[in-house]
């Protein structure tokens, strides 16, 4: 199941500096998309999310971003802490009759190391 | 803060063995859910859950597996005969509004041998 890819295991970057991870989709009929961080032995914890309708959506440090016609979708975080070195989980979901949108098919994940 | 838990943390059992994974989900919450991570793959959805009833399911919910809320706090998932490959961790989660911002519990690792 490819519909949702992140296409880079890993990403490493400096304190204070901004960190972009990128989630590709192929199904055209996603149309709510959100990004999970994970710890390890944890849960995945939500931290964001973006309709269709919009192309962006910030809160605080993160920042998505939502390119439909390229079926792309980005989460700038800045500035990046020690603290956010997590693995990054994209998602998305469609509409349906009875869950709503809980139905969500994730990516692979990054792993994202900020270094002090 | 209000947080899903899920009982036990790591079950070892026997290849078709029954299992029972325990949550007790958010108390406010309405939506619940099952999803599975196998070691170095994607999470995955199995069910979701609403008004006392399964609303979806993956291809990989078959009949070996299923889902109940026996009491007004607990979600169980019952996998009836287990085999190798059900060898993961599974996450309940649940939400209060059905928009995808899903509050997950910390997993329950399973391993059948």
């Known amino acids: 199941d490819q519909q949702v890819k992140q296409n880079s295991p890993s990403l490493s970057v400096q304190e204070g500096r901004i960190s972009i991870l990128n989630c590709d989709y192929t199904?055209?009929?996603?149309?709510?998309f959100l990004w999970y961080k994970k710890y390890p032995a944890e849960g995945p914890t939500f931290l964001i999310s973006?309709?269709?309708?919009?192309d962006k959506n910030e809160d605080g440090r993160f920042t998505v971003f939502l390119n439909k016609s390229a079926k792309h979708l980005s989460l700038h975080i800045v500035p990046s802490q020690p603290g956010d070195s997590a693995v990054y989980f994209c998602?998305?979901?469609?509409?349906?009759?009875?869950?709503?949108?809980?139905?969500?098919?994730f990516g692979q994940g990054t792993i994202l190391t900020v270094h002090p | 803060e209000p947080e899903v838990t899920q009982t036990p943390s790591h079950q070892v059992t026997q290849m078709g063995q029954e299992v029972i994974l325990r949550c007790v989900p958010i108390?406010?919450?309405?939506?619940f859910y099952w999803y599975r991570q196998i070691l170095g793959q994607k999470v995955e959805f199995l069910v979701s859950?609403?008004?006392?009833?399964?609303?979806?399911k993956s291809e990989i919910f078959d009949d070996q597996f299923s889902v109940e809320r026996p009491d007004g706090s607990n979600f169980t998932l019952k996998i009836r005969s287990t085999k190798l490959e059900d060898s993961a961790m599974y996450f309940c989660?649940?939400?209060?509004?059905?928009?995808?911002?899903?509050?997950f519990g910390e997993g329950s690792r399973l391993t059948v041998l």
């Open positions: 199904n055209s009929m996603f149309d709510y």
């Open positions: 989660a649940s939400s209060d509004k059905g928009t995808g911002e899903l509050f």
């Open positions: 108390s406010n919450h309405l939506y």
């Open positions: 998602a998305a979901s469609r509409e349906t009759g009875g869950t709503s949108y809980g139905k969500l098919t």
């Open positions: 973006i309709s269709s309708i919009k």
């Open positions: 859950f609403y008004n006392n009833e399964i609303s979806e």
